[in-house]
């Protein structure tokens, strides 16, 4: 079975979309466009966010079950267009997740909560972190000799 993210490059290749095999600098048009397609994405689900927040929601067209499985959907769609912008920029998004990923794994060891929940690292651990992370990615998009 594919991957998420070969999913989507699989898609994006069937309906007639750019799906470059290598690192592929956006031209103006495909950045305006991937830049489109994610802000409406987040902008969806920040609204859905704020009606269960603030209880904006209309009960008579939503109730909580249905609200939560839009969330849902809202949240693989924001992840549908990322992966999108990975594939047009020609980008491995399985061994780019994998790289920020081994990133944060790195902070286990050196984590703290802070009081709004997030996990955070020491500046010069996180800084080693992503230097390492960074050396990989450049690795991966074959940037050392550009």
């Known amino acids: 079975m594919d991957s998420n993210f070969l999913r989507v490059k699989t898609w994006m ?11 592929t600098r956006y031209d103006r048009q495909t950045m ?36 939560i ?19 047009a920029l020609g980008v491995d998004g399985d061994a780019a997740f994998l790289a920020v990923m081994e990133n944060n794994d790195g902070k286990i060891a050196h984590a703290q909560r802070r009081e709004d929940g997030k996990t955070v690292v020491a500046p010069e651990v996180k800084e080693n ?18």
């Open 13 to 23: 290749g069937e309906v007639g979309q750019a799906t470059p095999d290598r690192l």
């Open 32 to 67: 305006a466009l991937r830049k489109t397609l994610i802000k409406e994405e987040f902008n969806e689900l920040m609204d859905l966010f704020d009606a269960m927040e603030h209880s904006t929601l209309d009960h008579t067209f939503f109730d909580e079950d249905t609200l």
């Open 69 to 87: 499985l839009e969330v849902v959907k809202e949240m693989c769609d924001l992840l549908v267009v990322t992966y999108g912008a990975l594939v």
């Open 129 to 146: 972190l992503k230097r390492k992370m960074r050396k990989n990615l450049t690795r991966l998009l074959n940037l050392e000799a550009a």
